[in-house]
């Protein structure tokens, strides 16, 4: 990864969560009614007919950055089938959400990322989003794209050993919608405590409580050198011979994978997908390290007690 791309993500993550800090609730109906109407969103229109070009906005983040800048992506009508798929795999939760709060899904090439939320009017009583996809994943599976991100963490030059993420053959649009769209829904009903940190003495939100100190930091119980460091959290890309370590470090938390070990909205983002995706859709998935097709360890989060222990948070997603 290079040092564009990690600085873009913290300014990503940065923007998302003042975006989620400044969100208030319970707003009033004539906001919410102001709010679509200037952005032009209509509740009971489809998702389908939000897809569009990604907003000048979105284009500017790259250009003040000194990058190379993404372009618009057309999807061709196989292309239109994957996506449409991956709306019907939305929980009823993300769907009313999304209803409301989504002004645009969009696709771009030249993207650093997998996928980005930006919220389009950070501040305002009522918060609206947009979705941007680098269109490259709809040409990839859920174990291609996420075995390719975990390899980011781990040097594995020289070594006959590699991780693999076996998350099934599903398209990997489906994993990125159902993750951004939790990042929606987190950022519309503020499921996760709504400050930057949890003042001292206080247990925090439901979903952060016994689990996360502040945004970035586990509570001491799970909190360890070993994942503290990872590349997700700006850390150091690890040996390939420290890679059952790091694992096994993980199975001592309640995060259901290393990237959502690294700060509490991408814990909620990737225990809501990998819950809907091996609890509802029936998908397979397990940290491996591999010496060839050989596979010499495996982990499978969603067996945990520790991960299990958290289901009951997000029943919610759940309910019509």
């Known amino acids: 990864m290079n040092a564009f791309k990690t600085g873009f993500y913290s300014v990503v993550l940065l923007l998302f969560v003042c975006s989620i800090s400044s969100t208030s609730h319970g707003q009033m109906p004539l906001q919410r009614a102001e709010t679509l109407q200037r952005y032009g969103i209509d509740p009971t229109s489809s998702l389908e007919s939000r897809i569009g070009p990604p907003s000048p906005r979105f284009i500017k983040m790259f250009t003040d950055e000194g990058a190379p800048r993404p372009t618009a992506h057309d999807l061709t ?13 939305l929980t009823p939760l993300h769907r009313r959400v999304l209803s409301t709060r989504l002004r645009s899904i969009s696709f771009a090439d030249g993207m650093p990322n997998t996928a980005l939320t930006v919220t389009v009017n950070p501040g305002e ?5 947009d979705i941007i996809f680098r269109a490259g994943i709809l040409q990839e599976n859920i174990s291609e794209i996420l075995t390719q991100k ?3 963490c781990f040097d594995a030059a020289g070594s006959a050993m590699n991780v ?9 649009i489906i994993y990125a919608l159902l993750h951004e769209a939790t990042h929606v829904v987190d950022g519309s009903l503020g499921m996760i405590k ?17 689990v996360w100190s ?36 993980l199975r001592k938390t309640p995060f259901v994978s290393l990237y959502g070990s690294s700060n509490w909205y991408d814990d909620l983002a990737e225990l809501v997908t990998w819950y809907h995706l091996t609890q509802k859709m029936k998908q397979p998935y397990h940290l491996e390290i591999r010496r060839g097709a050989e596979v010499l360890y495996s982990y499978s989060p ?14 919610q997603f759940y309910a019509e």
């Open 125 to 129: 009583p009522y918060e609206v989003f």
């Open 214 to 249: 502040d945004r970035t930091t586990p509570v001491p119980q799970y909190r360890t050198a070993l994942l503290e460091d990872i590349h997700y959290r700006g850390g150091k890309i690890r040996n390939m011979n420290e890679a059952q370590n790091i694992y096994d470090a």
């Open 150 to 152: 975990e390899r980011t």
């Open 194 to 210: 709504d400050s930057n940190s949890i003042p001292a003495g206080s247990n925090g939100g439901p979903f952060t409580s016994g």
């Open 302 to 315: 969603m067996d945990s007690t520790l991960v299990q222990s958290r289901f009951e948070q997000i029943t």
């Open 164 to 172: 693999y993420i076996d998350g099934g053959k599903l398209d990997a």
């Open 77 to 89: 009508p196989e292309e239109r089938r994957q996506v449409l798929a991956a709306f019907s795999a």
